[in-house]
């Protein structure tokens, strides 16, 4: 039944650019026993290749049913899944599962083997030999901010969980996958831990442009790590958006209770200084408080009522300013979403 | 006469030592025998999770059989020597062992199986890079309780002419002779202790406990 097909496409190679792969999934559904509603129902989905897509939604509603098919951890009852050009089922699920990375919550490293050693896991059932497999290795814990000198030979058990989901992530990305799958990774750390990770993973990725699907249940998490969300309901994908446009306009009113829409200060923790930013002209520049332009409408907002100032000057990463805001655009921007499940105006 | 005459021990020390290598053979034997057993029926109760029951149930009933009762049961169909010995011997041994396998293999946590699946292990892989080095602490603490009470009923054997250290205890009381009976339980408490610490020694040694070690748990 399974082809012998070439892995090549799954993994780039050491000495070429490091690309995502597209995954696309058409009507896959996945029934758990006979007459039961599916976990997963008929969903169908194109992932862009190097985009970090988030699956959300509430606890059962199928979001990580649908990762783990995309690793055949869990078979669908019918569907196709496609990664590039191979369907996944033309594979062994080693064979696949040796080129796409893997992070789980907590538990996923090995306790018994040092970090060196859960990193060259992969690596080594792909049959590198020892010097490339070292090299490797130092190359990542210093790629995960963990100097390999003071990390190689330690235990999991020797390690923070923050320090712990580090190493799975260097381990994921040992066979240079071209797709990630991550699986509520963050979700037992403390806050503080999570965001430096949420932000090692934007960095990683930015570098690495890997297509990396990301479950999670946590909506700030989402939106700080999105660039697209694939909201879940029952099985079902209900939105597939931009973090923006999902708290802007979400579909229904299950999306707007979700991403908590309704509550303006979340919307504007969610939201971009960049929707409400105004041409400098109108204002003046001097003695005027700054405010980064990766910042989100909250900060701003707290920072002009800190300051008593009536605006305030948006920088970019070089401290050049590029617009400003002002307390009405922040208002503007910040507005209720309108919701078209709620039929206000119906003509007849 | 001292309670502790140890002249037996000294001047046939030739003889006891033959006597405790003869132990050690019939007890590794049995041991060799039982853990494939073990490992069966371990990992039926394992796959097969509603086996589990019945398994532990039976072994468990098996070990409570006194020894002498089980003996004197087998001699009409086994005769006495070797042979009935060893039955006897495999049987009570498969409690610790059975038990401490099924525990040690169910006690690895699910997730980190799905993990080792996840990264692309084959099944075979899993098992033997994951599993199993995870379970054994726990495996060989089975070994060694096992092989420990198995040295222990190896000397009762000797009754039915099974050989070994036994031998000094039975043929001492009857000849009304302390230091022989001494000889054999110092020789057979030394069995014991060495094979006990042993063990421990071979724990100690696993990547398992190595860790716990480093993680100063």
């Known amino acids: 039944m399974e082809r012998t097909i070439s892995t090549d496409d799954l993994s780039s190679h050491a000495d070429s650019e490091h690309h995502g792969s597209a995954v696309r999934l058409e009507n896959v559904t996945k029934r758990y026993g006979d007459d039961s509603l599916p976990a997963v129902d008929d969903v169908s989905l194109t992932i862009d290749p190097g985009e970090l897509v988030i699956l959300l939604g509430p606890s059962g509603s199928g979001k990580t049913t649908l990762l783990k098919m995309i690793n055949r951890l869990y078979e669908p009852t019918s569907g196709q899944i496609w990664i590039d050009n191979t369907e996944v089922h033309d594979l062994k699920p080693p064979q696949l599962r040796r080129h796409i990375g893997y992070v789980i919550q907590q538990s996923g490293l090995f306790p018994h083997m040092r970090v060196a050693d859960n990193i060259a896991v992969v690596p080594k059932l792909l049959g590198w030999d020892k010097k490339r497999i070292a090299r490797r290795v130092d190359e990542l814990l210093a790629l995960v901010d963990l100097p390999p000198q003071t990390y190689r030979r330690r235990y999991p058990s020797q390690l923070s969980g923050g320090e712990q989901q580090r190493v799975g992530l260097a381990r994921a990305l040992a066979a240079e996958p071209t797709t990630m799958l991550m699986d509520e990774p963050f979700g037992a750390l403390d806050a503080i831990t999570r965001a430096h990770l949420q932000d090692e993973l934007l960095r990683i990725h930015r570098q690495l442009e890997q297509t990396v699907l990301f479950v999670t249940h946590d909506i700030e998490e989402a939106v700080r790590l999105a660039q697209k969300i694939v909201v879940m309901r029952d099985g079902r994908v209900v939105q597939y958006d931009t973090p923006v446009r999902i708290v802007t306009q979400p579909a229904n009113e299950f999306v707007a209770e979700l991403v908590g829409a309704d509550d303006v200060l979340r919307r504007m923790s969610l939201l971009p200084v960049d929707l409400a930013i105004e041409p400098l002209a109108h204002f003046a520049a001097n003695g005027v408080p700054e405010i980064s332009r990766d910042s989100y409408l909250r900060d701003a907002l707290s920072q002009l009522v800190e300051s008593g100032a009536d605006h305030l000057v948006v920088v970019d990463n070089n401290d050049h300013p590029v617009g400003a805001l002002s307390l009405e655009s922040i208002q503007r921007a910040a507005a209720p979403p309108e919701h078209p499940a709620t039929p206000a105006a119906v003509a007849d | ?217």
Do not use: C
Not at chain 2, 38 to 56: C, D, H, N, Q, Y
């Open chain 2, 1 to 217: 006469m001292s309670k502790l005459d140890l002249s037996y021990l000294i001047d046939h020390r030739g003889h006891v030592w033959a006597l405790t290598v003869d132990h050690i053979e019939l007890s590794l034997t049995a041991l060799v025998i039982a853990l494939p057993i073990a490992i069966v029926l371990g990992v039926l109760a394992v796959r097969f999770r509603p086996l589990s029951w019945p398994i532990l149930t039976l072994v468990g009933i098996l070990y409570t059989i006194p020894s002498l009762a089980f003996l004197a049961f087998l001699i009409p169909s086994a005769g006495i020597g070797r042979k009935p010995a060893l039955i006897i011997l495999v049987v009570y041994a498969q409690v610790f062992l059975v038990r401490n396998i099924i525990t040690g293999l169910n006690g690895v946590n699910p997730d980190t199986l799905e993990a080792a699946r996840g990264v692309g292990m084959t099944g075979a892989q899993v098992f033997w890079k994951v599993w199993l080095p995870l379970a054994l602490p726990v495996i060989i603490a089975g070994i060694r309780i096992a092989l420990v009470t198995i040295i222990g009923i190896a000397s009762i054997t000797a009754w039915i002419n099974a050989g070994g250290l036994g031998d000094l205890l039975f043929v001492g009381i009857n000849r009304d002779y302390p230091a022989m009976v001494l000889a054999g339980v110092v020789a057979i408490v030394a069995l014991a202790l060495v094979t006990d610490l042993g063990i421990r020694l071979i724990e100690w040694l696993t990547p398992v406990a190595r860790a716990r070690r480093a993680g100063g748990a």
